[in-house]
């Protein structure tokens, strides 16, 4: 068990917290949210020992093994395959001993120690790294390469695995999803969601946090508060305390009735494709969760473009690639105006390269790239981030812009991305790389794009400018093309997704939630095709496979026959709570003394079904999980 018992917490000056108190259990996974600076990576600090609190005990079980992902980038010559085996300090320690004693022939001692290794799983220890590693997007044939041969992005995937190897009681993940693509975020996903430990994480990913997290503790107003679910859970209740506070009331509902009023016109412009869809819902719960965000330091939207062409920007058989070689063949896409393109496929599939082409042609080796005659490219990268002025301050950046600007203006404009006060004249280059983040932004959309390209727009910002971002994408009016691992972004303002792999650039025509399925449909298909390759002289028996999978559906039945009950279920509460909304809108409920009764019945009966929908959903996913398992 992890305890904290009346903690206060300092860094120089700032008290981050005072009187937290919280008990975690294995088990339970427990996501950490709030601002930036408010002392989630020293609550890290101070569960690894780096730090002591000003006051109060902290309490971890006697014994208990702690692992975490180093935050240095590793130089070591040794393998990825032996730096993640590392991450098992106590298997290093009996191979270590195994080796001493086998140089002195001592027998018995020898036996005790190959029961050891046999009691920790050791003679595994390899195959599991091995599969770690190719869980995050290693390739077979790298894993023996030494550490020092890998880019910065995969030296910090590795030390994430070698914290994923130790077999750990409690696991602290500090943004464990960056430098990661998206079927890495997936299968990290998944693993997590069966950590047996506790597990603490930091993650600016709400879907992320949804997929893990059993529980939430948001650091807010120097205090810590524990909330039961995910990260969609807690942003619901959230929502709902905010929305008593009087004092914010008038403002919720603006900001309601703003995104409302942009769900109603969106909605008669939808057409019936099931990605369109998805994106309306997704803006009707941005409606519900609005009030969860109204004390964010972000408000901002596009500029509406001068000009809005119908053809803005066309690729047609195009091979684009760097110097000899070619990373994408026959490249045929055209972008018009209100195009929402979200681009899927693995790191070094090639999204980037085909985005860069779209900006600028630099990675065009051969084809046609037209250009719209008044199509204004706003493109956001993470290069552009070393492109700013490190002794300029914001407001220098901006006036290069809005030189013509009243500075009044100019300082309620960069308010709006979080600089505020004297911040705005201070050179940039100490800046954090979520600031360097916000202030390109915050130029792109000055200088009013019709076509937004976005290459990991959310990598450095946390959830409140995500948010913030996702809404201003919502309502932008020009087109984009964006590259995101942030499911929630992509849910929000795509209405079209494609896919980049094999060299070639496809639609896709499933929704984003079929990703993780067309994944795993394209790693079958590769073994398959491999395993047809090495076993080619012995035959087929198709017999065989057929009554292999019908066993395997019949198998997996009872848990797909208990999701789609409690399926049925939740939509039959849900309509019934629609209705009984409906119901307490009427003013005449309250007027009338005659329908107290009634009143007061609906009310009763409404908190009974949100009680039983939400075990329902907690129903849900568990039986989704168990079945997941059995895929």
Not at 23 to 41: D, E, I, T
Not at 48 to 73: F, N, P, W, Y
Not at 330 to 356: C, P
Not at 411 to 435: H, M, T
Request: net charge negative.
């Amino acid at each position: 068990m992890l305890n904290l018992n009346q903690i206060s917490l300092r860094r120089g000056p700032k008290l981050l917290f005072e009187d937290a108190s919280f008990q975690v259990y294995p088990g339970q996974r427990l996501g950490l949210v709030g601002a930036n600076g408010s002392g989630k990576s020293s609550l890290f600090a101070l569960l690894l020992g780096e730090l002591e609190a000003d006051a109060g005990t902290l309490s971890i079980g006697k014994g208990l093994v702690v692992a975490h992902v180093r935050q240095e980038s590793p130089s070591d010559r040794c393998s990825a395959l032996d730096y993640v085996l590392d991450g098992d300090g106590e298997l290093r320690a009996i191979q270590a001993a195994i080796g001493e004693a086998e140089h002195r022939e001592a027998g018995a001692e020898l036996h005790d120690l190959y029961e050891r290794m046999e009691a920790i799983d050791g003679y595994s220890a390899e195959a599991r790294a091995a599969r770690l590693l190719d869980g995050l997007g290693f390739s077979p044939d790298s894993i023996q390469q030494p550490v020092d041969s890998f880019s910065g992005g995969w030296r910090m995937r590795l030390n994430l695995a070698q914290a994923l190897m130790c077999r750990s009681d409690l696991l602290l993940l500090d943004e464990p999803t960056n430098h990661l693509d998206l079927p890495a975020i997936l299968w990290l996903e998944q693993k997590l969601s069966s950590y047996p430990g506790i597990l603490l994480v930091v993650s600016h990913d709400r879907d992320f946090l949804d997929g893990v997290c059993t529980r939430i503790a948001h650091i807010e107003h120097l205090q810590i508060r524990l909330y039961t679910g995910n990260y969609s859970q807690f942003e619901a209740l959230r929502s709902e305390q905010l929305a008593q506070q009087q004092a914010l009331h008038q403002r919720q509902q603006k900001e309601i009735a703003h995104l409302q009023s942009f769900v109603d016109r969106f909605r008669y412009k939808a057409s019936k494709a099931r990605q369109a869809q998805s994106r309306l819902k997704m803006m009707e719960r941005m409606t519900r969760i609005a009030p969860a965000h109204v004390d964010s330091p972000f408000q901002f939207q596009f500029f509406e473009p001068d000009k809005q062409p119908r053809h803005l920007l066309k690729l047609s058989g195009a091979r684009l690639g760097y110097g000899k070689t070619v990373v994408l063949e026959e490249v045929n896409l055209s972008v018009t105006a209100g195009d929402r393109i979200g681009l899927l496929g693995v790191n070094g599939a090639g999204k980037s390269t085909l985005v860069k082409a779209l900006a600028s042609g630099s990675t065009l080796l051969d084809g046609e790239r037209v250009l719209g005659k008044d199509t204004r490219v706003g493109y956001f990268a993470q290069h552009q981030l070393d492109l700013l002025e490190p002794e300029q301050s914001p407001m220098d950046h901006l006036r290069e812009w809005a030189g013509e600007d009243r500075e009044a203006d100019q300082r309620s404009y960069l308010g709006r991305f979080g600089f505020g006060g004297e911040r705005i004249f201070e050179p940039v280059a100490p800046f954090s790389g979520g600031e360097k983040a916000r202030l390109v932004l915050a130029l792109m959309i000055r200088q009013k794009p019709n076509l937004l390209l976005l290459d990991e727009p959310t990598n450095h910002l946390d959830l409140e400018m995500r948010q913030a971002l996702s809404v201003a994408l919502m309502e932008y009016g020009g087109a984009l093309v964006v590259i995101s691992h942030d499911r929630h972004l992509l849910r929000s303002v795509c209405d079209e997704l494609m896919i980049v792999h094999d060299g070639i650039v496809d639609r896709f025509d499933r929704s984003l939630d079929d990703y993780p399925a067309w994944l795993r449909e394209q790693q079958a298909a590769s073994t398959e095709s491999t395993e047809t390759q090495t076993t080619s002289e012995r035959p087929v028996n198709k017999k065989q496979i057929r009554q292999d999978e019908a066993r395997r559906r019949q198998a997996l039945k009872p848990l797909i026959d208990r999701v789609r009950k409690i399926e049925a279920e939740m939509n039959e509460n849900r309509l019934e709570l629609e209705g009984l909304d409906e119901e307490l809108a009427d003013e005449t409920l309250y007027t009338d003394p005659e329908r107290q009764d009634t009143l007061s019945a609906t009310i009763k009966r409404r908190g009974l079904l949100k009680e039983q929908i939400g075990q329902l959903e907690w129903d849900w996913l568990e039986a989704s999980e168990a079945l997941e398992r059995e895929e």
